[in-house]
T-cell receptor
Framework: GQQVMQIPQYQHVQEGEDFTTYCNSSTTLSNIQWYKQRPGGHPVFLIQLVKSGEVKKQKRLTFQFGEAKKNSSLHITATQTTDVGTYFCAGRARGGSNYKLTFGKGTLLTVNP | NAGVMQNPRHLVRRRGQEARLRCSPMKGHSHVYWYRQLPEEGLKFMVYLQKENIIDESGMPKERFSAEFPKEGPSILRIQQVVRGDSAAYFC?????????????FGDGTRLSIL
């Protein structure tokens, strides 16, 4: 079945440093979504990427979708303590049912003030 | 504009008991998804339901687990004869009907602990 891998599993940075998490799918995706989960909280939708090579920005967050639609990345510029949490990517397989999301294991980001 | 409501937030059961987890989707949403999350793991899809229909239960164990989404009332995830390995956070998410590629809105989850 479809697998979604995320690296790194953990990342600890100093406040102000940049952070990137990478997501790779074993199959071509129709779209990919990113979620953030604070410790003890629930996943919160951040963004969805649909087009090959798409890049979207939300303030200090930049999301990319690979040309082959099999990988994606999330980059945070100048991290802040409020960025702490686990970032998950979730992909929908191309040609599959339009509802089923396969989540990566997430990257836990901690920020040292 | 209430979000996805899950209860209870925490549930403690002894081995062999039954656990019932409830989920009320966001207003206007008729698609419900259940996920299980183990510590330091991603979310594992369990089941997808629409009102009165199970659309996909491929991620749900064949035994002891069942789910329903009746015409009236919340969706229920039921675990019979719980075992220690059932301890996890169970999240429910909902999305609008007829909308493809929509984000899923998650509830706060139910943390299930088995003694």
């Amino acid at each position: 079945g479809q697998q979604v891998m995320q690296i790194p599993q953990y990342q600890h940075v100093q406040e102000g440093e940049d952070f990137t998490t990478y997501c790779n799918s074993s199959t071509t995706l129709s779209n990919i979504q990113w979620y953030k989960q604070r410790p003890g909280g629930h996943p919160v939708f951040l963004i969805q990427l649909v087009k090959s090579g798409e890049v979207k920005k939300q303030k200090r967050l930049t999301f990319q979708f690979g040309e082959a639609k099999k990988n994606s990345s999330l980059h945070i510029t100048a991290t802040q303590t409020t960025d702490v949490g686990t970032y998950f990517c979730a992909g929908r397989a191309r040609g599959g049912s339009n509802y089923k999301l396969t989540f990566g294991k997430g990257t836990l980001l901690t920020v040292n003030p | 504009n209430a979000g996805v409501m899950q209860n209870p937030r925490h549930l403690v059961r002894r081995r062999g008991q039954e656990a019932r987890l409830r989920c009320s989707p966001m207003k206007g949403h008729s698609h419900v998804y259940w996920y299980r999350q183990l510590p330091e793991e991603g979310l594992k899809f369990m089941v997808y339901l629409q009102k009165e229909n199970i659309i996909d239960e491929s991620g749900m164990p064949k035994e002891r687990f069942s789910a329903e989404f009746p015409k009236e009332g919340p969706s229920i995830l039921r675990i019979q004869q719980v075992v220690r390995g059932d301890s996890a956070a169970y999240f429910c998410a909902s999305s609008p009907a007829g909308e493809i590629n929509q984000p899923q809105h998650f509830g706060d989850g139910t943390r299930l602990s088995i003694l």
